[in-house]
């Protein structure tokens, strides 16, 4: 099994940057795809970034384009969400996602192998 946990949420003003982090344990070696996804009260759950370590990758939603950036420490142990010139629209339940392969699907929430319990983030304006 594989644990994902989330770190980093909080409180950020219109145009901060805030850096979240998952935190994943237990059998990481077959994972390929690593991602975020976000959930903001009455809203459906949308992609956000997502990353491939075989390819090196990613991918991101037209919505955070150019402002997020997704990444890894070497080992694989940690994914990284660093968020920049945030927007109120930002705010969100942000959950980290993993796969054992990488494909076009995952952004779709299909293919998702672990959930993390998800880390808060509160953009104001």
């Known amino acids: 099994q594989v644990q994902l946990v989330e770190s980093g949420g909080g409180l950020v003003q219109a145009g901060g940057s805030l850096r979240l982090s998952c935190a994943a344990s237990?059998?990481?070696?077959?994972?390929?795809?690593m991602g975020w996804f976000r959930q903001a009260p009455g809203k459906e759950r949308e992609f956000v970034a997502q990353?491939?370590?075989?390819?090196?990758?990613?991918y991101y939603s037209d919505s955070v384009k150019g402002r997020f950036t997704i990444s890894r420490d070497n080992g694989k142990n940690t994914l990284f969400l660093q968020m920049n010139s945030l927007k109120p629209e930002d705010t969100a339940f942000y959950y980290c996602?993993?796969?054992?392969?990488?494909?076009?699907?995952?952004?779709?929430?299909?293919?998702?192998?672990?959930w993390g319990k998800g880390t808060l983030v509160t953009v104001s304006s």
């Open positions: 996602a993993a796969a054992l392969w990488y494909s076009s699907s995952f952004r779709h929430g299909n293919g998702i192998n672990y």
């Open positions: 990353a491939n370590w075989s390819g090196g990758s990613t």
């Open positions: 237990g059998s990481i070696f077959g994972l390929d795809a």
